[in-house]
T-cell receptor
Framework: DQQVKQNSPSLSVQEGRISILNCDYTNSMFDYFLWYKKYPAEGPTFLISISSIKDKNEDGRFTVFLNKSAKHLSLHIVPSQPGDSAVYFCAASAGGVSQGNLIFGKGTKLSVKP | DTGVSQDPRHKITKRGQNVTFRCDPISEHNRLYWYRQTLGQGPEFLTYFQNEAQLEKSRLLSDRFSAERPKGSFSTLEIQRTEQGDSAMYLC??????????????FGDGTRLSIL
């Protein structure tokens, strides 16, 4: 039973356009959500996070939106760059500041074409 | 500031052998996590420590797996009597617990285990 779902295994966008990666979750106890980027042969790199008390968090070209009623979050990358090509993982945890383990989705492979 | 360091990067061993991996977290981080990732999947939680105390273990962590963090700094993950199904990337992460807001976990580059 997957608690965090990334339903699109891959996404291809043109350089300079917006990339939108989606994530759905089922556990209403999740209160902290994160996005990680992963290049081949490297570990996941933290990108951006959002607490359940917010509905938007922005950091440079990256914005995460959280819709708690729909149990849905999305990562927007604007403008997309070829260096953004990687696998993106959505992750969630419960427990507030005492958060323990992360539950990950299966990832979405983003390809940004020049 | 060095990140999370894992050693070795790759390990190839025969089925039935024991293997041990090491993780050095970011120095000021008091929490350390172990995850396992197989092809096409996201990382799956195995266990985590706060300082030297092991606070949670996943049901994925069978009796053949043991993790330690004896002085609250580096950690080791040992797999005894390895099986084909243990082939995976083993990832370590660390974070700072105890602040007023949740802190992200930062990952090392993993140890890739291949069982022959």
């Amino acid at each position: 039973d997957q608690q965090v779902k990334q339903n699109s295994p891959s996404l291809s966008v043109q350089e300079g356009r917006i990339s939108i990666l989606n994530c759905d979750y089922t556990n209403s106890m999740f209160d902290y959500f994160l996005w990680y980027k992963k290049y081949p042969a490297e570990g996941p790199t933290f990108l951006i996070s959002i607490s359940s008390i917010k509905d938007k968090n922005e950091d440079g070209r990256f914005t995460v939106f959280l819709n708690k009623s729909a149990k849905h979050l999305s990562l927007h990358i604007v403008p997309s760059q070829p260096g953004d090509s990687a696998v993106y993982f959505c992750a969630a945890s419960a427990g507030g500041v005492s958060q323990g383990n992360l539950i990950f989705g299966k990832g979405t492979k983003l390809s940004v074409k020049p | 500031d060095t990140g999370v360091s894992q050693d070795p990067r790759h390990k190839i061993t025969k089925r039935g052998q024991n293997v041990t991996f090491r993780c050095d977290p970011i120095s000021e981080h008091n929490r350390l996590y172990w995850y396992r990732q197989t092809l096409g999947q996201g990382p799956e939680f195995l266990t985590y420590f706060q300082n030297e105390a092991q606070l949670e273990k996943s049901r994925l962590l069978s009796d053949r797996f043991s993790a330690e963090r004896p002085k609250g700094s580096f950690s080791t993950l040992e797999i005894q009597r390895t099986e084909q199904g243990d082939s995976a990337m083993y990832l370590c992460a660390s974070s700072l617990a105890g602040s007023l807001i949740p802190q992200p976990q930062h990952f090392g580059d993993g140890t890739r285990l291949s069982i022959l």
